[in-house]
């Protein structure tokens, strides 16, 4: 187990998979998943791309190739519940979870089985953090590349019919028949290795490596690193302090003055919650659902971080106001992101404050609402790189200023 560092947990369809949890009756027919914002095929099954239908098709032309072909209507907030409830599930397994989108994630497997019984008690604990229903598939191996093509590979390893393990003596030959399209690179990078014929990775892998870098630049780069065998780290979302408060109704709500009414209920249990007390938040994120699970979501960072009634309200009410909702609301939920414990703004009123210091704090506090309102830092400083190059672009460099 010493070479097997990464883990990839993989819901193959994730959108289709999530909707034939709900209907098993549909398993093994042609099925597809409407796109919610065009009407193309978002995710197929097996039998319906056995029929010709692939994802990002017209649905009339996939329903020309399928007269059987059942189309479901996606469900997004759905999805993406599913989705951050396996991550949360994960992250209470091991300590390092990389999401990679909608029922993929990487974790970080190195050292923990010495937690379990067996390799295979520590592959059984992490596909039991997504629902069985989904049929969520595990790869593990000495990188993350091949973990997540191992994660997508069909068939049982001797361990647990879901999962496949790559031993780094088996590398070369797993990863010599796998198709560029299982590439983690953009769609034109692809296209271009298929328009001159490397159609497979041990083709692309006998290529010079100078010869790819020069053709694709950065991309390139990261690329002759995979097939190198690099093992790129895997990268934790990440962590902050949330409070969350939501409300279901019965019957869902039509008019704007009862989705108002809703979301002032759901502050006020919101600010009477414990954990909120003695803290002020930096963000606020309001979310209204449909029954057919469309979602609407509106994500304001406030200009001071607090946590009073009437600051959060004023705030709420006219993204309310204005919000385009894509249905009656069924679901109503307010979150405050970034708690941190409240202080006080009288520093200056102390004799031994200096001006300076209370200058640094407004400009520390300025930075950190830019890194919550972008998620990054906006402001750098230059720092001495090269100052000997005769070239001046290269005596400095512009980094993030933490």
Not at 45 to 61: C, D, H, N, Y
Not at 249 to 259: G, H, Y
Not at 279 to 290: F, S
Not at 305 to 330: F, K, M, N, Q, Y
């Amino acid at each position: 187990m010493n070479s097997h560092h990464f883990g990839c947990l993989v819901v193959p369809r994730f959108p289709l998979a999530c909707e034939l949890g709900d209907r098993p009756e549909l398993w093994g027919r042609p099925v597809v998943v409407a796109h919610p914002d065009a009407p193309v095929v978002w995710s197929a099954s097996p039998a319906a791309s056995a029929e010709g239908v692939v994802e990002g098709q017209r649905l009339t032309e996939a329903m020309g190739r399928c007269p059987s072909l059942v189309v479901l209507d996606a469900r997004p907030a759905r999805y993406e519940a599913r989705d951050a409830a396996i991550l949360d599930a994960l992250e209470r397994v091991v300590p390092g979870v990389e999401p990679a989108g909608l029922g993929v994630a990487y974790v970080d497997l190195a050292g923990l089985v010495r937690c379990y019984r067996s390799p295979a008690a520590l592959h059984a604990a992490l596909l039991g953090c997504a629902p069985s229903e989904l049929r969520p598939r595990l790869g593990v191996g000495p990188t993350k590349f091949v973990a997540g093509l191992a994660a997508l590979q069909r068939g049982p390893d001797g361990h647990s019919r879901n999962v496949r393990v790559v031993d780094e003596t088996e590398v070369a030959a797993f990863v010599t028949p796998v198709p560029v399209t299982a590439l983690p690179v953009e769609a034109e990078m692809i296209r271009r290795l298929r328009l001159v014929g490397i159609t497979t990775v041990g083709e692309l892998a006998a290529l010079p490596r100078h010869a790819l870098v020069a053709q694709f630049g950065a991309q390139g780069i990261r690329l002759v690193a995979l097939l190198d065998g690099a093992a790129e780290p895997v990268r934790p979302r990440p962590r902050e302090e949330r409070l969350r408060e939501q409300l279901a109704f019965p019957e869902p709500l039509t008019s704007r003055e009862a989705v108002l009414a809703a979301a002032a209920q759901v502050l006020r249990r919101l600010l009477r919650h414990p954990r909120r007390r003695g803290r002020v938040a930096r963000q606020l994120v309001v979310r209204a659902e449909t029954e057919q699970g469309k979602r609407w979501e509106s994500r304001v960072t406030l200009r001071h971080a607090r946590c009073d009634h009437d600051g959060l309200w004023v705030t709420l009410a006219p993204a309310l106001e204005r919000a385009s909702l894509p249905g009656p609301v069924s679901e109503l939920s307010v979150e405050l992101r970034g708690l941190r414990p409240s202080r006080g703004w009288q520093g200056e009123l102390l004799p031994t404050r200096r001006a300076s210091v209370e200058r640094r704090e407004r400009i520390e506090e300025g930075m950190r609402q830019l890194r919550a309102r972008y998620g990054r830092s906006l402001v750098g400083r230059m720092v001495p790189v090269e100052p000997w190059s005769r070239v001046p672009e290269r005596r400095w460099a512009l980094v993030e200023l933490e």
